[in-house]
């Protein structure tokens, strides 16, 4: 064996590039395939996993101090159904603010904040609702406050917050962040810093593991059980675990159709690399399997041998990937975590085991095919393939080609694919494979940032109102859910317009009203804005219908029609102060995770304004515009508020992040597929190139030669892959949608422009281009002695 | 007395190490020669050859052809040179099976960038002086050896070399095909086409050449002048 060691051995060692390839892409088609599998499971069940780390509350109940005591609560634990029991903690409803405007000393008058419970408690705990800690420390004076990570109100370390309102506010500094996946609280204090603080309520909190907690009905039983253990009207609220649940799994469903879709185009595409490469590596050794057969080693021998030489490089390759793809999921790990609100993810070591075995083994069984047929060849078989002639297929794409107006080298490398069908066949898959990554890429990027800034809404660079101070009151107003910002103040609504009409650098602008509103079928607060124009501009995107146009019409979300079970061109009552209302839906408009109802409509003549948008044209400095246009609002007894730039959605992050990085790795697995292809083909024909280069051929020549020969599998493949990657678009966007739950407006859906397309087939060139290039320098280079000597 | 077309001086060409292939060799080769290298295998004939038409640079020495030092080109300023000044012929044909035998005579000029309808019409009238014009459409493995060796030589003098050289051109061929080249190689020198060929055929030497050099172990042993090809003196 250790002859024949030695003759494949040092086969290896000539293919040097080879080896690197199956290397390369080995470790390539590990990393996605740990990344994609390891993140898929990690989004399988975060939400359960981490809710048992942290030993979380199956039902978190809000008490009223006036009518039950601590001690009653700690009683509770013996109810029957109840497993465990923590608390009672004290608890506190606070409005809160971001930190004062430099200058100002207090929160502006009638601006409002969120509401935020916070709990009194300053450890991780070591019964139900184990606290993790993800950045700075925990509270420990009364001025300090650690708030909830990955919640609606962010708020970095370090940052000053303004709880409580009037007179009573008092100015706190976030010191941490802790996760609590059972969502018992939105910050933390001490007890003497709570209760320091002016509370709209106050309240005790217990924390509840029941015996069976596996379905809604279970857990109405133990929460009848309480009630019935405590004084009537105790239980203010109770929340069950089932809810936090739906809710943390409803983000997490948005990734598993891009994990499934980029996971399988990764799969696939290292599938056929891997493949093509180990059987090229093979198949161009026929010659040297024909001799060792003639030297007396049996076909299984030499299959054997074979498969150990790809699988060397091959293991290699895995190992790397396994390591690389663990290194590249931890940053993204710790989004995600952020994202699915849980707790200390990692890559499960099993999914290691099986994207290093899968993938070795595609290694072998293609290395065993190829080796196997060559070793079925009789031996004369083998040695006479080295010297036929081999070019058969491609002559009549060389005659055609020749006759082309084009340089001699270009059309020389024009009728190359045509002789290797096969070959060519796997590279037009490689370089669609690459294609379509990108374009799915890169179409998901825009349509997740258009559905971003059709959900905020927040194109409107300048906002107008009776509020004073600096971006606070730009920040807190314009925000719906509140009441409005001021109530007395009624500026002539002609008068505004006129001033924002003449304002040099107004590009749209518009007047509205928001009024507090009941719907029928609705519970909790609702508010109808009445716009002066339809607010299209600020970002709003209809998913069907259109936008009103007169008083009467109305546009509203799809979850409020969906919870009111209406449909585009019903009638929806309304009831405002008393008084009701009748509007006509005329469109539906994509305004997803607000819970509140919303109703858009076209206001009357005469309608007190309160509020105005502007959108400034493009190259005017908002700051510079409202300073500007602070100078007429003075007479008005307005104020000009520039908005506050919009921090991108973690979630648009980690998913662009993800979908770049498998795109990244796509794309290299495909150049290194195209490389080894030209390689080899290289390697075919180096005495072809040789005698081309006894006839005067120059270096330059040859590479554009070896260049040529590519660029038409280069289009072929963009155009292959990119309306692949369009298609693949159209069912990734809709999948996502339905798992989120939401309608998607047109805009988002249709993402790809003729620029564009076109733009990714000349990507697919590039990419085949890109993949040539070292073999063609190769070519170029090679001595013209030597090659005409090779046989 | 002009110039000579081929000048070596003092070559030497040493292969990693080994024994030099060619030890301290200088000859010249006036235009309208035809020159015949003889010597056993791995004496350096093949060497010698490949140095002259810049396919090999010598590790000492200097090679001179038409006033151009070859031994200091460039990569692409050597395949100009060939494609401007060289014509080769090998032993094994070097014909591109995936082109037609039209398709590889024109090759060369197609390289060099020449006009479409010269080249079309230098291709076939050196296909019908060579007899094989019939075979303009047909791909060389359809050929037989001495016709594909003519249609080597119809390539290689396509862009009308100063100098052709040939390796060997009957050493693949029968007999008969063998008689035919070395017809077509004295006609070529009776029209003052410059030839150096190399050749373990003695005869092929008596017949063509107007001197012998006969090479051992990298050196020139001797260097014979005949009067005229003896084919052309018949
Ligand atoms: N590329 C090379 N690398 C190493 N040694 C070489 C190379 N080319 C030729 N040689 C060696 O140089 C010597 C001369 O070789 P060359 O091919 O010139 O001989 P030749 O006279 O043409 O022989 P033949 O009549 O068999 O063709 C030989 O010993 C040969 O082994
Ligand atoms: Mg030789």
Redesign the pocket.
């Known amino acids: 064996m250790s002859a024949l060691t030695r003759v494949v051995g040092s086969g290896l060692h000539r293919r040097w590039l080879q080896t690197v390839v199956i290397t390369l892409a080995t470790a390539a088609a590990v990393t996605s395939g740990v990344l994609g599998l390891g993140l898929l499971v990690a989004s399988n069940a975060p939400f359960e996993h981490a809710f048992a780390a942290q030993h979380g509350a199956h039902l978190t109940v809000q008490a009223d101090p006036a009518k039950v005591s601590a001690d009653q609560l700690s009683a509770t634990a013996d109810v029957p159904g109840v497993e465990e029991a923590t608390g009672p903690f004290r608890t506190a409803q606070v409005m809160v603010f971001p930190g004062l405007p430099p200058g100002a000393t207090a929160v502006p008058e009638g601006a409002h904040g969120p509401v935020l419970t916070v709990v009194a408690r300053t450890a991780a705990g070591s019964g139900i609702d184990r606290l993790s800690l993800t950045e700075g420390r925990w509270a420990t004076e009364p001025d300090e406050v650690v708030m909830a990570a990955g919640g609606d109100f962010r708020v970095p370390v370090g940052d000053e917050l303004v709880m409580g309102e009037g007179a009573d506010a008092r100015e706190v500094t976030v010191v941490g962040l802790v996760r609590s996946v059972s969502a018992t609280a939105d910050a933390w204090m001490t007890a003497e810093g709570l209760a320091a603080l002016d509370a709209s309520s106050r309240g005790y909190e217990m924390l509840y593991r029941l015996d069976d907690a596996s379905s809604a009905a279970r857990i109405a039983d133990a929460r009848e059980a309480l009630g019935a253990a405590l004084p009537e009207g105790a239980v203010a609220s109770a929340r069950s675990w089932l809810t936090v649940k739906h809710a943390a799994n409803d983000r997490t469903s948005l990734f598993v159709p891009i994990l499934l879709m980029f996971g399988g185009l990764s799969l696939l595409l290292s599938v056929l690399i891997v493949g093509t490469v180990v059987a090229g590596a093979v198949g161009s050794t026929v010659r040297r399997i024909g001799i060792l057969k003639a030297l007396g080693f049996t076909p299984a021998e030499v299959v054997r041998a074979y498969v150990a030489q790809a699988l060397v490089p091959a293991a290699a390759g895995a190992l790397v990937g396994v390591a690389a793809g663990n290194l590249v999921a931890v940053p993204l790990l710790a989004d995600t975590e952020d994202l699915y609100g849980t707790v200390a993810l990692t890559i499960a070591p099993w999914v290691d085991v099986v994207a290093l075995v899968g993938v070795l083994a595609v290694v072998t069984l293609t290395a065993s095919a190829a080796a196997g047929r060559a070793g079925r060849l009789s031996s004369v078989d083998a040695l006479a393939v080295g010297r036929t002639p081999t070019a058969r297929r491609g002559q009549r794409a060389a005659r055609v080609a020749a006759r082309l107006p084009l340089p001699r080298p270009v059309t020389l490398g024009l009728a190359r694919p045509f002789s290797a069908p096969a070959r060519t066949a796997a590279m037009v898959l490689a370089v669609a494979f690459g294609a379509a990554a990108v374009t799915l890429a890169t179409g998901l990027a825009t349509s997740l940032n258009r559905v971003q800034v059709a959900a905020d809404h927040s194109a409107a660079d300048v906002f107008v109102n009776g509020v004073e101070g600096g971006p606070l009151g730009a920040r807190v107003v314009p925000k719906r859910g509140t009441e409005p910002a001021i109530r007395p103040k009624a500026p002539d609504p002609d008068r505004v317009a006129a001033v924002l009409e003449s304002q040099p650098g107004t590009a749209h602008w518009l007047g509205y009203r928001e009024t507090d509103i009941s719907v029928p079928g609705l519970t909790g607060e609702s508010s109808l804005v009445e716009y002066t124009a339809n607010p299209g501009w600020v970002g709003y995107e209809l998913v069907s219908g259109r936008w009103f146009s007169r008083p009467g019409e109305a546009v509203v979300p799809t979850e409020l029609l969906r919870s009111t079970d209406r449909e585009i061109g019903d009638t929806l009552t309304l009831t405002r102060d008393g008084e009701s209302l009748a509007l006509t839906i005329v469109g539906e408009v994509f305004d997803p995770g607000d819970n509140d109802g919303l109703v858009l409509t076209q206001a009357r003549s005469g309608t007190t304004l309160t509020d105005w948008m502007v959108g400034v044209t493009g190259g005017t400095d908002p700051t510079t515009y409202a300073d500007a246009l602070q100078q007429h609002l003075d007479a008005l007894d307005l104020t000009a508020h520039v908005d506050g730039p919009d921090g991108a959605d973690e979630l648009v992050v980690v998913i662009d992040a993800l979908a770049g990085l498998l795109t990244l790795m796509l794309v290299t697995v495909a150049g290194l597929g195209i490389l080894n292809a030209v390689v080899l083909d290289v390697r075919d024909r180096v005495h072809d190139i040789g005698i081309h280069k006894a006839l005067g051929m120059t270096p330059r020549q040859t590479l554009t030669s070896v260049l040529s020969s590519v660029m038409s599998i280069g289009l072929v493949g963009g155009l292959v892959g990119v309306p692949a990657g369009v298609v693949l678009h159209g069912i990734l966007l809709p999948a996502m949608a339905r798992g989120a739950g939401v309608e998607l407006p047109r805009v988002v859906l249709t993402v790809y422009g003729p620029v564009l397309l076109t733009a990714f087939v000349l990507g697919g060139l590039l990419l085949a281009v890109g993949g040539a290039l070292l073999p063609a320098g190769w070519a170029a280079r090679t001595r013209t002695?030597?090659a005409l000597?090779t046989e | 007395m002009a110039t000579p077309l081929i000048e070596l001086d003092a070559v030497t060409?040493r292969?990693?190490g080994?024994?030099p292939?060619?030890d301290e060799v200088s000859l010249t080769v006036d235009h309208g020669e035809a020159v015949a290298v003889l010597?056993?295998?791995?004496?350096?004939?093949?060497?010698?050859?490949?140095l002259v038409a810049g396919l090999d640079r010598p590790t000492s020495g200097t090679v001179t052809v038409d006033g151009t030092r070859i031994d200091t080109l460039g990569e692409a300023a050597s395949a100009r040179y060939r494609r401007a000044s060289v014509g080769l012929v090998f032993q094994f044909f070097n014909l591109l099976d995936d082109l037609t035998v039209f398709d590889n005579v024109v090759l060369p000029a197609q390289l060099a960038g020449a006009s479409r309808a010269e080249t079309t019409r230098r291709a076939n009238d050196l296909l019908g002086a060579l007899g094989i014009d019939r075979h303009a459409r047909a791909y060389p493995g359809r050929l037989s050896g001495g016709e594909r060796q003519r249609v080597a030589v119809a390539r290689a003098l396509m862009n009308r070399p100063a100098l052709l050289l040939a390796?060997?051109p009957t050493g693949a061929l029968d007999t008969a095909s063998g008689a035919d080249v070395r017809r077509l190689l004295t006609d070529l020198y009776a029209d003052g086409q410059t030839i150096v060929l190399?050749t373990?055929d003695r005869t092929l030497a008596a017949e063509c050449a107007t001197r012998t050099v006969e090479?051992v172990d990298?050196r020139i042993a001797s260097d014979v002048a005949l009067a005229t090809p003896r084919a052309a003196r018949r």
């Open positions: 002695a030597t000597r | 060409r292969y990693d080994g024994p292939a060619l010597g056993p295998s791995g004496s350096g004939k093949s060497t010698l050859l490949n390796d060997e190399v373990h090479v990298g």
